[in-house]
């Protein structure tokens, strides 16, 4: 699976936002303090995972320029693209298939290949400072769930 954009209908200081055509490779957000990476982060984890609720430490990212509490990815994979929308009123992600028919949670834990938030913040959105430390890798849960990927994603790197 790979991200090929997305559309932020409102996120923290997102608001009707939308990326198409995302490069194949690696994309590494760069840029000054405050220019939303991290809420952008945040963004593609709340989609693919969930809104954080009354319970969680982390921020919730309301919209503060407007616009419905979440959006759209969309994703490249195995059969075409896909698009998954979700939104913090509505919960459950929407999944739309490449054959335009509509799925849901279990059709996106198959395009995550097993992947959960906790593997997707430790591997594939890691700050400068996990950089640094390198615990992204330290913690045995994540190298055994790393290490079993291709198990989860049948068989697929």
Known sequence: MKISGW???????????????????LTVLYGPNEAGKSTLVGFIMSVLFGFADGRSKGPRYEPLQGGQHGGRLFLQAEGGGYTVERTKKGRSPVVTRPDGSAGGEEELRGLLGGAD????????????????AL?????????ERVSATPTFGGGRS
Do not use: T
Request: net charge negative; hydrophobic share 45%.
């Open 7 to 25: 559309h932020i209908n409102g996120f923290g200081m997102f608001a009707d936002r939308r990326i198409d055509d995302l490069p194949p490779g």
């Open 117 to 132: 938030r906790r593997l997707f913040r430790n591997i594939f959105a890691f700050s400068l400072h996990e950089l640094e």
């Open 135 to 143: 615990g992204a890798l330290q913690d045995d849960a994540v190298r």
